[in-house]
């Protein structure tokens, strides 16, 4: 059995949560006014005061499964609106027609509430697309074009990329920076009406191709693209890009705390360059939203890169993206982690602006530290050999009583089955044992738990060599929680079940899918890096309880770990079981 810690952490620094607390101290966003639903300035302009004290926002592209960096903004969005009296809006940044697809946003809501996060509730449901904000951005955009802040470029993309310079040499203007407003308004709406083909022209904000931050040298604000979309089918020919949609999303939904990742940090200015131009022009809402940016979550042990995650599944080395092994949320549920040792995780690393790496074994003592509070505990014989208490009568058997937790008296106890053949780890048993070895061994007597002290009196063979059977006599007087329990003292503690009673089930046993902390390391294949013990699928024999564990029900399998009832795999009176992690770290060693 694990032992709790019983001196938990405190959380860690989280500068994010000190900027909010400021703002509301300041009173920064008390006059922000919300019609109930996003929209332009006008529409919030007569509204009452938003109810909500801040605003922040998840907001995944829907072109993959999110994966547990993802668990982190997440945690850090949905849990500063919690704390502080705010909401978190779910939206979708569905931009891109080419990349996005409706089984990733069924993956990445099921993730979000498994999480234990909701957008709605009795006053709002604040679920949202930016693909419904089209029209508005087509309205953004051609304000920019009327104010001289946007043209219409018709170079090459080649030339374009030859044009923009780089971070020592300043860019050079496009020969179309200087057509009327009048030139671009009329290419533009051509654009929208599907005269051209892709990458014919694009939209650009003027600003300054000179500036030595490169992502303000006209950044491309709208292409054209012939593609269907998942939301808004063949309505649009031309779409936004994603640095030009996402401030204005934060806008229109009165997002208060823009919180990303810090490889966004060099579009910050271009946010609020947009955002002051639309709101200049009477289109958005001040105060404006303000975009932060935090240090992403890198663990040891895992990739995390799209890319790499895509040609794992596609190339078969896991079994898809909920392979227990990936480090998709979709996986870590299958696998049997918890929401709560995500957040425990997420409060243990805090929040920062500095780079840094996790190593993966925090991540599992934060489950194994949730699991140990909360799982009921069962047993399990994952490498079965026999026993046989040769006084004991043949065909009689007698209920033995374990605790359900040994943390919690009040979750009761259960009744295991016990009679004369039972099932024990062949670990138990040594016909010579090595030095320190407690358990079973010719006339060596050890406690069969919640049951009688039993002693070893012999062992069969097969033809082989290879031991079949133990055998030994039991102590009548022995039994777990009656007065003569203590009469005997003995050292060593086997766990077992009935032969007659024991529910044979697959049991998998996962570990850590690449063997080196940083997989693909220099220029190394990262596939080189795999762990080929990753997975092992044997057949073991659990107590007879186990056979109706629900899908997704998990318990501590008393002295091998956490385990959880495989959620696609288990069928009704047939579980199959994923080892979610072990009882103690069995990476400590190999990797210090």
């Known amino acids: 059995m694990s032992k709790p810690n019983n001196t938990p952490l405190p959380p860690a620094a989280n500068f994010i949560r000190n900027i909010v607390e400021a703002d509301l101290a300041a009173g920064k966003h008390a006059q922000r006014r919300w019609a109930g639903q996003p ?6 302009a007569q509204a009452p005061l938003d109810p909500a004290k801040i605003r922040t926002r998840f907001p995944p592209e829907p072109n993959g499964y999110l994966h547990f960096g993802h668990a982190k903004s997440i945690c850090l969005n949905f849990g500063l609106a919690q704390q502080f009296g705010g909401r978190c809006h779910m939206r979708f940044d569905d931009t891109n027609p080419e990349k996005e697809e409706q089984e990733y946003v069924d993956s990445i809501v099921a993730a979000v509430k498994w999480l234990g996060f909701d957008w709605q509730d009795a006053q709002e449901n604040n679920l949202y697309y930016a693909s419904n904000y089209f029209p508005w951005m087509l309205q953004c955009a051609e304000y920019l074009i009327a104010a001289g802040h946007a043209y219409v470029d018709s170079q090459s993309a080649e030339e374009m990329r030859a044009n923009r310079g780089t971070l020592t040499e300043k860019g050079k203007d496009s020969p179309f920076r200087n ?8 290419l533009f709406k051509r654009m929208q009406a599907g005269e051209f083909a892709d990458g014919a022209h694009i939209l650009r904000a003027k600003i300054d191709m000179a500036s030595p931050n490169i992502n303000l040298r006209d950044p491309a604000i709208y292409r054209i693209r012939h593609a269907t979309h998942h939301n808004t089918g063949d309505k649009y020919c031309v779409y936004p890009m994603y640095t030009f949609a996402h401030p204005i999303e934060d806008a229109l939904e009165n997002i208060t705390h823009s919180i990303c ?12 360059w947009l955002l002051e131009r639309l709101a200049e022009g009477g289109l958005l809402q001040r105060p404006l939203p303000h975009q932060y940016e935090f240090s992403r979550l890198n663990l040891t042990y895992v990739v995390l890169s799209k890319r790499k995650l895509i040609q794992l599944v596609e190339e078969k080395h896991v079994s898809g993206w909920d392979d227990p092994r990936m480090p998709t949320l979709v996986g870590a549920r299958r696998r049997g982690y918890t929401p709560e040792g995500f957040k425990l995780l997420m409060d243990r690393v805090g929040v920062s602006k500095s780079d840094s790496l996790i190593d993966y074994s925090l991540l599992e003592d934060c489950m194994r530290e949730t699991m140990n509070e909360m799982d009921e505990r069962r047993v399990a014989v994952l490498d079965p050999l026999k026993l046989i208490i040769t006084n004991y009568p043949e065909g009689q058997f007698e209920d033995c009583h374990a605790p359900n937790h040994p943390l919690k008296p009040e979750l009761g106890e259960r009744t295991m089955p016990f009679g004369r053949e039972l099932w024990i780890e062949s670990e138990d048993f040594q016909e010579v044992p090595e030095k320190g070895f407690r358990r079973l061994f010719p006339d060596n007597m050890a406690r069969l738990r919640y049951g009688y002290i039993v002693k070893c009196t012999g062992f069969e063979k097969d033809d082989n060599g290879k031991i079949t059977a133990v055998l030994c006599e039991y102590l009548p007087d022995t039994k777990s929680g009656t007065p003569g329990a203590d009469s005997v003292k003995v050292k060593g503690n086997l766990h077992w079940v009935s032969v007659a009673h024991a529910q044979e089930a697959q049991v998998r046993l996962y570990d850590r899918l690449f063997k080196e902390a940083s997989p ?10 795999m762990n080929p013990d990753s997975c092992r699928s044997i057949t073991a024999q659990l107590e007879p309880s186990l056979k109706e564990a629900r899908p997704e029900q998990r318990f501590q399998f008393e002295r091998h770990g956490y385990f959880v009832a495989d959620r696609v795999d288990s069928r009704p009176g047939a579980p199959v079981f994923n080892r979610a992690v072990t009882l103690k770290d069995s990476w400590g060693k190999s990797s210090s």
């Not at 929209?39 to 919030?44: D, P």
């Not at 693909?520 to 890096?529: S, V």
Request: charged share 40%; net charge negative.
């Open 39 to 44: 929209g332009l300035a006008e529409s919030h």
């Open 179 to 186: 057509r009327t407003v009048a030139e671009n308004q009329d």
């Open 261 to 272: 990742t810090l490889e966004f940090e060099d579009q910050r200015p271009f946010y609020d």
């Open 520 to 529: 693909g390391a220099g220029e190394r294949d990262f596939l080189e890096d």
